[in-house]
């Protein structure tokens, strides 16, 4: 039998999903085989998984999470290497959608792979009956359907796909890996086209494409209604067609036409639109191509230009009059029942989606929990169909559908009056065809707030923070505020935690449910404060933000900071204030103050340079360590993953990495228990800092980056006094010893000289005006 | 008796003493305005509101406008007025050189504007919504309109309206019904019927240019779907001379409290020709351009009227002799003591005296930067006006008007009894003072523009112009050996300031109906701290003026004691807004509306 753990991985295909599957994986720091075939005449024989590999390290967003992590994929190609599969525990199929290729490979794959050593394949239009075709029971036992979504490092979505033959344990095992080492939400999917995901999506697109033609709306109106008031991604239809490729559209309505059964709905819509087929014959293929129902005409000034549905001609993008008011905030009954056309075009899109995903329930998804996170983790939609026919009203959604003469799901007459999902003690259920209410249940080790949330109020909160117990003495820090930001009601709430915590608990996690752990402190705030002169207040706040971190890090108890997405600035600071970091592998994080004029001002340069001096192989002497924070901080460089966070020394060696954002939680609270016993808190640093020399060293190394052009006058200013606190500030020298209290004074005295500098307070507010840094 | 002599010393004080340090500079474009030019034309201005307005004033109220088979009369001797003042070139006083006007600073103009509006309200109706329309008209018309009408209303041949309200709307213009059809050409048929019309139709110009708000036949319901037109009472032949009438009729003249050689009219438009000003759609953009330049004349007639009162009550304290003075006899010839010996009529006319030299120099300050925004050369200047002109409109308009009423009426009591009577001529400033409280948005308009609009908008930029001057000039003083004690006094309204501010950025960001019940007394806050600002200023310059012994020392001596009284006696007001403000919405909304 096979063994449970999966410790190599061999990905065939380096096309663009192949690729990013093997890139994930060595992001998990597994080490994994990528074949391509050779190409006629190669000279280099590996030259298409080489080259692959080659063209990731350049992509953005990046498919590997560090440099070390593209060190651990090995390249090769398919008929010299084939035999190494041997090694692997794993291997995915990622080549072209085409059977016979595909069936080939199997056979090739059979004679060489162990027993037990699981095979998939990423298709996303082949029945798995037709894959496994002509190959023995052992080679069906092992094999599987993977279906990854695109990019493959930052899709949570992967659809698993079991045959009749396939061995549940194979499959437990790839799941396993799935999940906590790739990070991914495995939805099962039976195995009928399209999955789940695409099969909706792909309606619900061509849904949008013909009311649009048929109702003579013009594609903004389009994308502004099926868009941002459905809860769906921004771009809307028209604007999702133009970056998956125009020349998408025809090849997944051919698979699904040919292969759905025949009266399935989407017989009923699936059409050709010859504008779409004159565009991509005109090679206006979207995005990628010369341009799509949007594009940017460079002849006339850049101008954006949008297609006219009726004449096909482009003319400049309009401004249109979208939905208001409740409709634009995501009541879908007020958006669908809007006058004119925009709830007629909101109801035709989105109610038939709607009635089509419901329909789905059993064929092609166990359970309607599986259909919405489908649709949330592979469309980005807020809400999944049957938390949007939640939002509707099951009954009103029948009944409407039932109006018009058209079938009604089995699971709306089901519901009848109730919804598809309720809470009921703490607990959230969803409700099955039988008429009974489930339990919704997560993998063991998958833990939200948003779960803790359902079954208890919070020990205390206010404005910007709350404080929740998250079970077995742990308690669990939350920022509340927009986008997290950090204010004095957050340092408030960490003031009357510490006690609380030390009196009643054994330990505290920063953490919270958000795709942004915080982006820094307020600056909305904070520039209103400038704006009126409340410097006192301003400097109460430092100074606050301050004893608020050194409070936590002195606390009698352990605190693990438990960070995903952006942790900036502040939000960074207060991951340095804790005794242990577990952070979601997907991690923005850095010191940026200097972005906006300022220097970090609530601990962040001691709690940094202590860092850099403890971290292993680092040269004597006070130099070596301030140079490093030095370099980081006035560049504001940010992690563009919990790996180079790493590097940058934010996290530390005992600090963790958890691949799937669902398991952060559950991660940092264990982290936090096995931190409990016996546990001191760390003693105060004492620091030595380089006085006038290092400062001198400093400023010539920034002169440098100003005569080459990479650093502005001011940049200039702000990395002196950055380079002031870290150097000492004049006060001190290379002899002195520098208390903590002393390091936080300079600190503090520093970030209110830059606030009161006209040119940072601009900098300030063009962040906040247009989310870009200025570079005055 | 309406006495009114133009304060032209504490004028030159505020245009060239009292904000030489602004940081809006001096500014290159306007430098052929030298001092000796400027205070020449002053001295002009103060003669035609003399000689010439002021002796109307009263006439004009009693006579009013008339209407009689379509056709305004101004009341005796306004024609004749208006000639002269338009032939003296006072109508293009502050225009664009461009379209024939001279070009002055606006921190000279509004100056002259208020020795207009002191001398005669009604009168200064007439050029200050023609200047008013060729703004509007300037900024958003296309060049055919601006080069057919703007030389004619510039040098004041012609005149202009703005016409907003209807019978159902005037703050929610949103609801307003007037049509436009387009014509095919690029002019369109306006029908419709508007009300309050200031100028709407009078006898003092060949031709009048209305600028209406109307609705194209597919525009969107609310103010989005409002677009601006310009019509005249005559359509313009090819010569430039008036042709033939353009639909334009008076309904009616309305019979109002006050201001009443100022006719106000009823115009109904029937399928009168005009043309779009602007873009379809962005009326109200064009209108508030047009009205945010009128918000601060509307002030700057609050504090007009607000001197007349004052110059009269001095007059009739001085004159009127009843009892004698609480500290012994001080007109010992006389039968009794002239009434400007008691302490309580002091406090009136002091009221008064330190509302409206507080109004004056804070008027000064965003005359500057009037100037500024126009001719700064430097951006960030520029843009620093701008931030400055946005925050503090709604307090000019509302503070300087509510003032100038305080001190009508507290004119009409140093009279007492004859003050209620028609010939003291005092009580007509209470009636004219009162509409400018009400007309270019009301008041309570005003303290919801600033806090709803102007003090979020930015994460609050717009008061930064306001508020560093402040407060750095508190940094910089709260130690001067003579006036510490004033500035400490600044320093504590300044940080109630501060205070409510904050609280209320948070609390109406929760409810707008926090802020909104905050809004009247915010603005008043505001306003003081202002005038304290720019009293404690004064004091420490007239003390240096006094130290170097300039010769003045009647004047600077005064100037110093009404910055004293006015942080003694109505500086404390902004304790009293601070509280009310701390106080929240709610006991202002505790009754249902059928208690009422």
Known sequence: MSDTIIKKVCVIGAGTMGAGIAAQVANAGVPVLLLDIVPKDATNRNVVAEGAVAKMLKTEPAPFMSKSAARLVETGNIEDHLEKVAECDWVIEAVIERLDIKQGLYAKLEAVKREGTAVSSNTSTIPLANLVEGRSDAFKRDFLITHFFNPPRYMRLMEIVTGADTDAAVAAKVEQFADVSLGKTVVKAKDTPGFIANRIGTYWIQLGLNAAFDMGIPVELADAIAGKP???????????????????????????????????????????????????????????????????????????????????????????????????????????????????????????????????????????????????????????????????????????????????????????????????????????????????????????????????????????????????????????????????EVMKLIGQAIPLVAAQYKALVVYNDADTFSAGANLGLALFAVNIAAWSEIEKLVAGGQLAYKGLKYAPFPVVGAPAGMALGGGCEILLHCDAIQAHAELYCGLVECGVGLVPGWGGNGEMIERWRNAPGMPKGPMPAVAKVFEMVSTAQVSKSAQQAREMMILRGDDGITMNRDRLLHDAKQKALSLVEGYTPPEAPEFRLPGAGGRTALGLAVEGFHKRGMATDYDVVVSGVLADVLTGGGEFDLVDTVSEGELLKLERDAFMGRLRDARSVARVEHMLETGKPLRN | MQVYEAPLRDMKFVLHELHTDDGFGNLEALEEFTPDLVDAVLEEAAKVAQEVLLPLNRSGDIEGCTLENGVVRTPKGFKEAYDMFREGGWCALASDPEWGGQGLPETVNKLTEEMICSANLSFSLYPGLTHGATTAIEGYASDALKQAYLPKMVEGTWSGTMCLTEPHCGTDLGLLRTKAVPQGDDSYKISGAKIFISAGEHDLTENIIHLVLARLPDADEGVKGISLFLVPKFLPREDGTPGPSNGVSVAAIEHKMGLKASATCQLNFDESIGWLVGKPGKGMEAMFKMMNTERVSVGIQGLGVGEAAYQSAVWYAKERVQGRSLSGVKNPKGPADPIIVHPDVRRMLMTARAYNEGSRAVGAWVSRALDAEKHATDPAVKARAEDFIALMTPVVKALFTDCGYESANLAVQVYGGHGYIAESGVEQFVRDARIAMIYEGTNGIQALDLVGRKMPAHAGRYLRAFFHPVSDFIAANKEDATFGKMIEGLEKAFGALQLSTGTIAQKGMKDPEEAGAAATDYLRLLGLVAMGYTFAKAALIAKARLDEGTGEAAFYTAKIGTAQFFFDRLLPQATAAFLAIKSGKASMMALDADMF
Not at chain 1, 359 to 384: E, H, I, Q, R, T
Not at chain 1, 386 to 414: C, H, N, Q, S, W
Not at chain 1, 438 to 464: H, Q
Not at chain 1, 470 to 483: R, S
Request: hydrophobic residues 40%; aromatic residues 6%.
């Open chain 1, 230 to 488: 459905m809860g769906v991604p921004k771009t809307g239809v028209f604007g999702l067609v133009d970056l998956v490729g125009i020349d998408l559209m025809p090849h997944l309505q051919a698979s699904l036409t040919s292969t759905l059964p025949a009266g399935d709905l989407y017989h009923g819509i699936a059409r050709d639109i010859p504008l779409i087929n004159k565009m991509i014959g005109e090679g206006y293929t979207g995005r990628k191509g010369k341009g799509g129902f949007y594009r940017l005409n460079k002849e006339m000034g850049r101008r954006k230009e949008t297609i006219d549905l009726a004449t096909g001609e482009y003319r400049e993008t309009i401004k249109v009059a979208g939905p208001r008011g409740a409709a634009a905030r995501g009541d879908l009954k007020a958006l669908v029942e809007s006058q004119g056309e925009i709830g007629a075009y909101a109801w035709a899109v989105l109610g038939d989606t709607l009635a089509y995903a419901a329909s789905l329930v059993p064929s092609a998804a166990d359970d309607v929990v599986a259909v919405d996170d489908a649709m949330k983790l592979g469309y980005n939609w807020k809400a999944g169909p049957f938390e949007m026919i939640d939002k509707l009203g099951a009954k009103y959604l029948a009944e409407r559908l039932a109006a018009e003469g058209k079938a009604v799901p089995e699971i709306l007459t089901v519901a009848g009056e109730r919804p598809l999902y309720r809470i009921e003690n703490g607990k959230r259920q969803f409700l099955g065809l039988d008429g009974a209410y489930r339990d919704v249940v997560r993998p063991e080790g998958v833990m939200r707030l948003a779960d803790v949330k359902l079954s208890s109020k919070p020990i205390i909160r206010n404005a910007s923070a709350a404080l929740w117990d998250i079970g077995d003495g742990v308690v669990c820090l939350e920022f509340t505020g927009k986008m997290n930001a950090l204010d004095g």
